[in-house]
């Protein structure tokens, strides 16, 4: 892989490739390439998600059903990545729906190859890749449950037309 490829990946790009090299050289040749299409589900809430995915080129959709309807939280664009998050939690399921939103170029890695280079190369010294890592996922979490949250207390369209309905139909409304 060429370094103009990797630093498109913002992750790649934050960090000093000699001082990382162990660790990129044993991460590096487990990037596994994959390609989808527009809507193609890439996980659904709750699934088991097993993988870093980088976003090489296009965009991943983030949603959440809320009883009635998928509701889009974000997305996930060229040069980011997704399952921090999930790798970081004690369990690795789906927090969100991940969907392709256009037409995709993807590099995913197993979780666990991450987690064992990382545990060897923090041996040594704490990798700036790691904490780099270790700290968008904290972020990003902190974010995605705050929205998860407004987004439950919200009301759904259905029970506002429902209200809407029932206050139009109230005795002396106009007709």
């Not at 991450?114 to 990798?127: E, L, Y």
């Not at 902190?142 to 005795?171: D, G, N």
Request: charged letters at 20%; aromatic letters at 8%.
């Amino acid at each position: 892989m060429f370094h103009e490829e990797l630093t498109s990946i913002a992750l790649f790009a934050e960090v000093n490739f000699d001082a990382e090299l162990p660790m990129l050289m044993e991460i590096l040749p487990q990037l596994v390439p994959s390609y989808a299409k527009p809507l193609d589900l890439l996980y659904c809430e709750g699934d088991m998600m097993r993988e870093l995915v980088f976003v090489k080129e296009g965009r991943v959709m983030l949603e959440m059903h809320d009883g009635w309807a998928n509701v889009c939280l974000g997305a996930v664009s060229q040069g980011q990545y997704f399952g921090d998050v999930e790798m970081f939690r004690r369990s690795s399921t789906a927090l969100v729906t991940y969907r392709a939103a256009v037409y995709l170029h993807l590099w995913s890695l197993p979780q666990a190859t991450w987690q064992q280079a990382a545990a060897r190369s923090t041996v040594h010294q704490q990798t700036q890749l790691v904490a780099i890592m270790r700290q968008a996922a904290k972020r990003r979490s902190h974010a995605l449950r705050r929205v998860m949250q407004a987004k439950s207390q919200a009301v759904s369209p259905l029970t506002t037309v429902t209200v809407t309905a029932a206050a139009s139909e109230a005795p002396g409304a106009p007709a």
